[in-house]
């Protein structure tokens, strides 16, 4: 089976910094891209960060500056360091990946989603 599977949410004080991962299996890693997409009750789906199978990282506006990405070929991984973290960071991120690169362009082109981990950012 394809599996993404998100970990690091969890509860942070505003201005702190959480680590989120996602793992996956199931797929030839190095050709995908992967994304974070976070989202609350009742908005959209919002871009975070993307990485293509290139390493090249595009950051929604709202984290840029705030967040790093990077991915691993090797152990078939992405990691998000999210600092300077704010109550409106408060979400469920989502991981998604795309075997062409075009989620670049936005969220649709996901071809698998994981099931989502909670950050929580307290005021």
Known sequence: QI????????LVQSGGSLRLSCAASGIIFS???????RQVPGK????????SNGGMVKFGDSVKGRFTFSRDNAKN???????SLKPE?????????DR???IWYG???????????LVTVSS
């Open 89 to 97: 960071d408060t979400a469920v991120y989502y991981c998604g990946a």
């Open 3 to 10: 599996q993404l599977v998100e970990s690091g949410g969890g």
């Open 44 to 51: 959209e789906r919002e871009l975070v960060a993307v990485i």
């Open 31 to 37: 050709i995908y891209a992967l994304g974070w997409y």
């Open 77 to 83: 991984t992405v990691t998000l360091q999210m600092n």
């Open 107 to 117: 969220p649709g082109a996901v071809d698998y989603w994981g099931k989502g981990t």
């Open 100 to 102: 062409d690169n075009s």
